[in-house]
């Protein structure tokens, strides 16, 4: 398999998931679902200050990647 051919794989494959994301996106925006907060999401709001760090949602969501690329890297292998 040469290298176009490998990018060229990966590229498709990323574009799908980019899509099926998107579409997700939308439908969930379209539904008034809203982002809530998770335990362990920094939140402090003062009388004109507003800090919010998701630091939970930024290790789910750093789980969830590596967990799908470590999948698609082994599909890729085959």
Do not use: A, H, V
């Given at each position: 398999m040469n290298?176009?051919?490998?990018i060229a794989k990966t590229l498709i494959i990323m574009g799908g998931f980019l899509l099926f994301l998107g579409g997700l996106l939308l439908l969930l925006s379209t539904t008034g679902w809203r982002w809530k907060l998770?335990?362990?999401d920094i939140y402090i709001?003062?009388?004109?200050?507003?800090f919010?760090?998701?630091i939970t949602t930024c290790i789910l969501a750093s789980l969830f990647l590596t967990l799908l690329l470590t999948l698609i890297s082994l599909?890729?292998?085959r």
């Open positions: 290298g176009f051919s490998f998770l335990p362990g709001q003062r009388d004109n200050f507003t919010y760090f998701p599909l890729l292998r």
